[in-house]
């Protein structure tokens, strides 16, 4: 079972709409959670980082949400272009003071229609 | 760079034949990690660098896979005897703190290495 599950899959909507994207984690304890955005062919670009002790963090018409006590986030988009369309990927970097154990989801392909 | 450069782009290798994934980080980021991305799924860990220290390996699939950073910069991936399982996508990762620093510090990612083994 991956640590880090994203819900939906994918998702289309309309230029002008907003979206809401899930993260769920069962990484414990963790420090921080991270949301990329990965164009098809582009390495990831980082959206927003949150540490355990934030509930929301905003860039932009991206703002994410974080839940710690039931392990959830959620990365809302809104007045969505085309431009959005891409992979939005959750990561989750645990507590191990020093080490390396990002786990990553695998992400929600979002397209952007006219 | 103002980024992190990995070279080359795009690779094509032949069953059996050795090849080496280059990345530059970003000048002065402390850490370097190495991931693997096969299509529509999300990177996975292939191994993390503090400075010039290989701290964890855990996640190169074989022995067939060596990185390395000797001087604490610029970092090559190389994978011997390619085998067609091989073909994904490398991706490069640099920051300036290490990633399980409470501050949350920003990891960027490379291009990524596109290789091929037919």
């Known amino acids: 079972k991956n640590q880090v599950e994203q819900s939906p899959q994918s998702l289309i909507i309309l230029e002008g709409k907003n979206c809401t994207l899930q993260?769920?984690?069962?990484?414990?304890?963790?420090?921080?959670l991270r949301w990329y955005k990965q164009d098809t062919g582009r390495g990831p670009v980082s959206l927003t980082i949150?540490?355990?002790?934030?509930n929301t963090k905003s860039n932009g018409r991206y703002t994410a949400t974080l839940d710690a006590d039931t392990k959830q986030s959620s990365l809302h988009i809104t007045a969505s272009q085309l431009s959005d369309s891409a992979s939005y990927i959750c990561?989750?970097?645990?507590?191990?003071?020093?080490?390396?154990?990002?786990?990553f989801g695998t992400g929600t392909q979002l397209k952007v229609e006219l | 760079g103002a980024g992190v450069s990995q070279s080359p782009r795009y690779k094509v290798a032949k069953r059996g034949q050795d090849v080496a994934l280059r990345c530059d980080p970003i000048s002065g980021h402390v850490s370097l990690f190495w991931y693997q991305q096969a299509l529509g799924q999300g990177p996975e860990f292939l191994t993390y660098?503090?400075?010039?220290?290989?701290?964890?390996k855990s996640g190169l699939p074989s022995d067939r896979f060596f990185a390395e950073r000797p001087e604490g910069s610029v970092s090559t991936l190389k994978i011997q005897r390619t085998q067609q399982e091989d073909s994904a996508v490398y991706l490069c990762?640099?920051?300036?703190?290490?990633?399980?620093?409470?501050?949350?510090?920003?990891?960027?990612f490379g291009e990524g290495s596109w290789l091929t083994v037919v």
């Open positions: 993260c769920n984690y069962t990484v414990s304890p963790f420090s921080n």
């Open positions: 990762a640099s920051s300036l703190s290490f990633p399980g620093d409470s501050s949350g510090n920003t990891i960027y």
């Open positions: 949150m540490t355990f002790s934030e």
């Open positions: 990561v989750v970097s645990p507590f191990t003071g020093g080490g390396n154990k990002l786990t």
């Open positions: 660098f503090q400075n010039e220290a290989q701290l964890d």
